[in-house]
């Protein structure tokens, strides 16, 4: 149902509803997403018995910090961490590609190489340090719904609804990071269009339902990759290993793949984007703070409808109080601009020429007669005349339309001359 889901919203083309969240929120969602992320993998670099079930990433932290108070700590778990941590960083940063090459150095494969040799060679499960141990082998088999009943599909369409919205935001989250970084441009309907396929095809083999991942994302993107085809490569190796390789990853230690999933997460917490809006933005940072502490605070459902509503709330506060202004004309030239941004700007005393860059609608009409009301009682003499400067005004609905008339008419009343000026 989820694959249906997504599909009808490729051919509805409903993935324009994305375009909504701004990126101060994409980028606080993704960031705490992050965080989040990190905090459930320090489990394993601490060896520390955190329950699965903790979702949020305050208590993944608490139920943490608690338990190494407490002397739970593994100590073996935190050094093998820390080195991880260690040759992660001087693989990306300093030797960054195979000698005499021009290949990136894959240092998760050399890491979890060298992780099970060391693990195997020295019996790290005797030593008490967490080994992923036993893996199921072989493919899943392909199974027809036959079970499925009609009560099964009301139960569960509710849940079919919301998971696909949930998807989508978090795969277009992980997608900008990855198109920012390798400059190309997203194809929102092309993403749903796979989700849809993915998720369809993936019932019959009774998979989790498929969307965009952080955590794979960075790692592929640590990795060095570059196209789409890292993913049809970690398929064909992924198959490989569950075919004949699983008694090989029984050794492998819990803390060297937390490590690397942190260190490649890590590079999605975007501190740029917090210090570039404070320069230039403060509103946009409060919404990347509050979609991030939502986020982190509250869980990944709670932080995308947070996002989404901050989004909307956005777009109608900017739609409410758009860009207005007295306008002057520039000495020397036909030109009429604002008069606050020069000093050489003629006005005429007791008319008034005023500017509103947004189409006059339901949501700012009556912001549009105030404003002019606030401007007449502004001015140091009587307006006797006023021209409305309609180039910005792209659209009028039907309550600009009643408000135009409530104007006119006090007009009318106090004897003000109206005039419209650039009209569509």
Known sequence: MVGINYLLMCVLRAGFLINFLSRPVLSGFTS???????ASQAKFLFGVPVPQGDSLGWEYIRDITVHVF??????WHVLIGAICLVLLWVMKNIIKVIPKTKVPLPAPLILVGVSLIISYAARFEQHGIQVVGSIPSGLPVP???SALTWDHVTSLYLDSLIIPIVGLIETISAAKVAATKFKYDISIRQEL??????????CFFLSYTAMGAFGRTALHMNSGAQTQLTSVVSVIVVVLCLLFLTKVFYYLPTVVLASIVMFAVSSLIDVKEVHRLWLIDRVDLFLLLLTASATFALGVEWGIISAVVTSILLILYQSSRPSSYVCGQVQGTTTYTDVSLRSDIITLPGIVVFRFDAALIFTNAAYFKSRLEQIYNDQAVTVEACVIDCAGITHV????VKYLFDILREHVEKEIILCFAEMR
């Open 32 to 38: 705490a997403a992050s965080i989040v992320i990190i």
């Open 143 to 145: 199974r027809f719904l």
């Open 70 to 75: 407490q002397g739970h700590a593994n100590w």
């Open 193 to 202: 269009l796979a989700l849809g396929v993915a998720n369809t095809l993936g």
């Open 397 to 400: 609905d039907s309550t600009g």
